[in-house]
């Protein structure tokens, strides 16, 4: 039986990253099948009863049951590991179940998380609603401003979480000065990057101590399977992390993880694709009259172009545009928009337009939205793998409308 320590170091890792994302991680079965295989079994038999009472002395010398651990979901995890050379990384079920679990296994009642006021809305209501329920008090920054992560870290804190670039305006964290400050003050820096994605930036590498992805995003890239993931130090992750996802249970189906292991062998050709697009889309938009004001990391207008240069590659598929005639102005765009949908996901091969205010960030008072920079007037747009060319066209006829 092939146990979880049979795995010997992959030999893609020191390859370049693209090559890992096809390659990495694959364990062929004794079929010899090309492509990953799929075990899409909840449990696992054992030829003895001596042989089930080893398994269960150390999970980790053998398959129990699918919450605990999976073949299909292993290949995943150790995927995803390599894609920043992380010492470690789990799976769960969704983005969220990741950034919970994260969080979860870094406090305790009594403890200060710092955060990032610029959060995905499921992550700002975990940290300012669920957190404090549990003796957990949390104190939201500005995510551009040193000063203010300085004096809330002060205190000292267990956690830090910030995404950058956030969403939905593409605001900036400066990774190694925040995480510098963070672990002075004796902090886990968690660092949320879906929006960046590993092939454009890489928080590890920065000083982050974990990574957590929505693998429902461009991990899979094509708008089918809902997944995550949390990279780390294997430490955290197999005494602090793994306990609470095996006996909590956000376990992501094999299914899934065998969807999203297959989508990774194209994420580096996507992020290409999207980066390049998204790039063109928003020098284009940037210039337009309708257009009030562009936010992407690749463009030298972003108010943290020199934060851009300094830790991302690219400037990544996700753009936010405010349109000079508000919410009126934004609706008829995007009504008008054949080639984008409407729609609150992202990371997907087809472009999708969303209107925070009135969708994602809706349940954020309006003081609150306007501080975010998030106007009446904002669309956040994912930009997709159709021709840049006929999305360009598209946007231009929508903006006569508009
Ligand atoms: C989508 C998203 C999440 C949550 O991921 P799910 O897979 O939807 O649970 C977390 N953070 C960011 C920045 C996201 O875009």
């Known amino acids: 039986m092939a146990t979880i320590q049979d795995i010997p170091r992959d030999p893609v890792a020191d390859l370049a990253i693209d090559t890992r994302l096809v390659r990495g991680a694959t364990r062929r079965s004794g079929n010899r099948e090309t492509s990953e295989a799929l075990y899409f079994t909840s449990g696992f038999v054992y030829p003895d009863a001596e042989t089930a009472e080893a398994a269960f002395a150390g999970p980790e010398d053998g398959w129990i049951y699918t919450r605990f ?17 992380a010492p470690a990384a789990r799976a769960t079920a969704t983005g969220m179940a990741a950034v919970f679990a994260a969080l979860m296994a870094s406090v305790k009642a009594g403890d200060r998380v710092v955060a990032s006021r610029a959060l995905f809305g499921s992550c700002h209501y975990v940290v300012t609603r669920i957190l404090p329920r549990f003796g957990v008090t949390t104190t939201l920054v500005d995510p551009g401003d040193l000063d203010q992560w300085r004096s809330a870290l002060r205190g000292g804190a267990a956690a830090i979480l910030f995404e950058t670039p956030s969403n939905p305006m593409l605001d900036l964290v400066d990774i190694a000065a925040v995480a510098e400050l963070g672990h002075a003050a004796g902090a886990r820096v968690i660092v949320d990057n879906v929006f960046a994605t590993a092939t454009e930036q890489r928080p590890l590498s920065l000083g982050a101590d974990l990574v957590v992805y929505s693998a429902t995003k461009h991990l899979d890239g094509q708008g089918r399977a809902m997944g995550g993931a949390v990279l780390g130090d294997e430490r955290f992750v197999i005494d602090e992390l793994q306990p609470f996802l095996r006996h909590t249970g956000p376990t992501i189906s094999p299914f899934n993880s065998w969807v999203i292991l297959k989508g990774m062998e194209t994420l580096g050709l996507r992020m290409e694709r999207h980066a390049r697009s998204a790039g063109r889309i928003a020098a284009f938009l ?3 009259p309708k257009v009030q004001a562009v936010r992407y990391p690749g463009l030298d207008s972003h108010p943290q172009r020199a934060i851009a240069r300094r830790q991302m590659r690219r400037g990544g598929a996700m753009l936010a545009v405010t349109l000079a005639g508000g919410k009126p102005a934004a609706f008829r765009f995007a009504n008008a928009l054949r080639l984008a949908d409407i729609s609150p996901n992202l990371g997907d091969a087809k472009t999708l337009v969303a209107h925070p205010a009135t969708t994602t960030h809706a349940n954020v008072a309006a003081d609150e939205r306007a501080r975010l920079g998030i106007a009446d007037g904002s669309l956040r747009l994912s930009v997709g793998l159709e021709d840049a060319d006929d999305l360009l066209a598209d946007m231009e006829r929508a903006l006569a409308v508009a």
């Open 69 to 85: 651990g999976n073949p299909t979901t292993a290949m995943l995890e150790d995927r995803l590991a390599l894609l920043e050379n």
């Open 286 to 288: 940037a210039d337009h």
